[in-house]
């Protein structure tokens, strides 16, 4: 399936997929398929059509250039403009506006806070003008993921958290997720491996005060997912069209897995 991990394009798929684009492509690719099938070559139209809406759900669109024009096209329809905006679905973030779909709670700690009790911990330390991991920890930690991606413990951790009564493994069309339940939010699989994986590697005293709190500023250290070792990539909350869910904050950097197609890591904003 190597092939099809090429062809994909996290830019325009994923939670990036533009509704736009992909509506306009799929119009494009019944025009051409009809065209070939009038022209008496009903067998090349059907593959013209497996073709093209293979690409199309892989890489968001088979038009060059789209993203330039559908959305004006788009616009000019006299139809419901919600009709292309996935707003109030769960968001692959884990379905709260801004949020990074983590295992903590938003009200934790602050990411300071913890930043501070991991350097006093010995979890991370400055090296120049860096920040960097405990040898260490990084070993625990990833052995932790190691096991955590094979095994069949990552719901049973998860619940084992403060905080977490119930948790549970779903599988949507977006991807691989844990359900914790009681907070309706949906944790993609890897953010939920790297967490999990960080509050074990974790030092007693520091397991107990700030765990899941400080499993969410850890993951800025993956360079690879948790869960298929792909290498991550840079990405940003900002949809393929410029169009942004949330016009009052500005996109945020991010680190996607294009194998997952899910969303491992959101950069925090650079202090204004
Ligand atoms: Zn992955």
């Not at 009564?165 to 691989?176: K, L, Q």
Request: charged fraction near 20%; glycine fraction near 10%; proline fraction near 8%.
């Amino acid at each position: 399936m190597d092939v099809v991990g090429h062809l994909r394009n996290p830019d325009y798929t994923g939670e990036r997929r533009c509704m736009p684009c992909t509506v306009v492509n799929v119009a494009v690719v019944a025009l051409v398929t009809a065209g070939l099938a009038a022209v008496g070559r009903p067998f090349v139209a059907g593959g013209a059509a497996l073709a093209g809406l293979a690409l199309v759900a892989l890489r968001g669109y088979v038009v060059p250039y789209t993203p330039q024009f559908a959305p004006r096209i788009v616009a000019a329809l006299p139809v419901p403009d919600a009709w292309f905006h996935r707003d109030g679905a769960v968001s692959p973030d884990g379905g709260q506006p801004g949020g990074d779909g983590s295992l903590a709670d938003a009200n934790e700690l602050s990411g300071e806070a913890v930043l501070r009790r991991l350097g006093e911990a010995g979890v991370i330390r400055e090296d120049g003008d860096r920040i960097v991991l405990d040898e260490e920890f990084e070993r625990l930690w990833h052995g932790g993921m190691d096991q955590l991606r094979t095994g069949s413990e990552l719901v049973a951790a998860v619940e084992s958290f403060p905080g977490i009564e119930a948790a549970e493994a779903v599988e949507t069309d977006d991807g691989r997720w844990i359900d914790v339940q009681g907070q309706s939010r949906l944790v993609p699989r890897p953010v939920a491996v790297a967490e999990a994986a960080a509050v074990w590697a974790m030092p007693d005293g520091v397991r107990d005060e700030v765990a899941l709190a400080a499993a969410r500023p850890l993951r800025q250290f993956l360079e690879e997912c948790p869960v298929c070792e792909t290498p991550l990539e840079a990405s940003s909350t900002a949809s393929c069209c410029g169009g942004h869910r949330n016009p009052r904050q500005t996109p945020q950097e991010t680190l996607v897995c294009p194998e997952c197609q899910q969303r491992v890591v959101t950069l925090p904003r650079p202090q204004s």
